[in-house]
């Protein structure tokens, strides 16, 4: 039972934690610190994996009209009913794709790497005061510019694929922030707040579903096997994840039209803080 709270718990910092561009990694890391859970290191890698699953259900759900590509039609071609195609979902698929594609062939390729290089407090803790300070900074410059791009409809391949170069960045480094990267290279190139918001929620169903898949298959491969009671401990912690990500990302939403970002910028700086010093603490205890 002590388990299934503390999935309840984990689950709730995933759902916030995954959408606001604050590194969900960070506060994990932290979190497990303070209220670690009695499992195995296999089941522990599995989890983080599934309830990120359930965090990017819920964009599923909410953007579900604007990625379905398919609409029932009565006047098809030929006068006959059936299947039609919306070319402008295709098209930002195609754009989504060609976004995911640099961090996708660089977390394949080297993922363990820059886990057994950056998965630590310190990597993590310099990453969050690092792109915290970049978002204040580039908040400051933006401020009377105007925006390029102030629709997902005017968006174009250069620029997504300029966002997808910065995605690299959370892949390589913990702590970063998938979201705060994207959202980061948007507001940089002129993307509008809440258009960089949005792109970025879009880019996480193949990016963090594929990655969620890839991992549950690689434990499975390895042999991984969990109890009825470790199930139920999965099950919680998506479940969670899915309902709180559904309030956060209406909030995150309904927030950038009339506030910017540095209020993130200046809590991942006090983060980073937090994290240096409680695992400097441990350091020095041990």
């Not at 363990?112 to 792109?131: E, G, H, K, M, Q």
């Not at 809440?194 to 970025?200: G, I, L, N, P």
């Amino acid at each position: 039972m002590l388990n299934v709270l503390k999935a309840v718990i984990f689950g709730i910092v995933e759902g916030i934690t995954e959408w606001l561009p604050i590194s969900s990694t960070g506060h994990m890391i932290l979190l497990n610190e303070i209220f670690p859970m009695e499992v195995s290191p296999e089941f522990w890698d599995v989890f983080l994996v599934l309830i990120q699953l359930g965090a990017v259900l819920a964009v599923v759900v909410m953007y579900f009209d604007k990625l379905w590509p398919f609409t029932y039609s009565s006047k098809h071609k030929r006068g006959k009913s059936g299947i039609a195609v919306k070319p402008e979902i295709v098209v930002l698929w195609l754009l989504i794709i060609v976004a995911c594609l640099p961090a996708a062939i660089v977390g394949i390729l080297f993922e363990d790497v820059f886990d057994r290089l950056f998965y630590n407090p310190l990597c993590v803790a310099l990453a969050l005061i690092i792109f915290g300070i970049a978002f204040i900074v580039i908040e400051i410059r933006n401020t009377g510019r105007r925006v390029r791009i102030t629709s997902i409809d005017n968006m174009d391949f250069k620029t997504a694929i300029l966002i997808g170069l910065f995605q690299v960045l959370a892949a390589i480094f913990p702590g970063t922030s998938r979201s705060g990267a994207t959202i980061l290279g948007g507001l940089l190139i002129g993307v509008k707040r809440s258009v960089a918001a949005e792109f970025t929620f879009l880019l996480a169903v193949p990016v963090m579903a594929g990655a969620s898949i890839l991992k549950v298959v690689k434990a499975v491969v390895k042999g991984a096997g969990f109890t009825g009671a470790e199930v139920s401990i999965l099950a919680v912690g998506m479940i969670v994840a899915f309902a709180v990500s559904l309030l956060v990302i209406r909030f995150l939403m309904n927030y950038i039209r009339k506030h910017d970002f540095k209020v993130f910028g200046w809590y991942r700086i006090a983060l980073g803080i937090i994290v240096l010093v409680v695992f400097g603490i441990r350091r020095a205890l041990i």
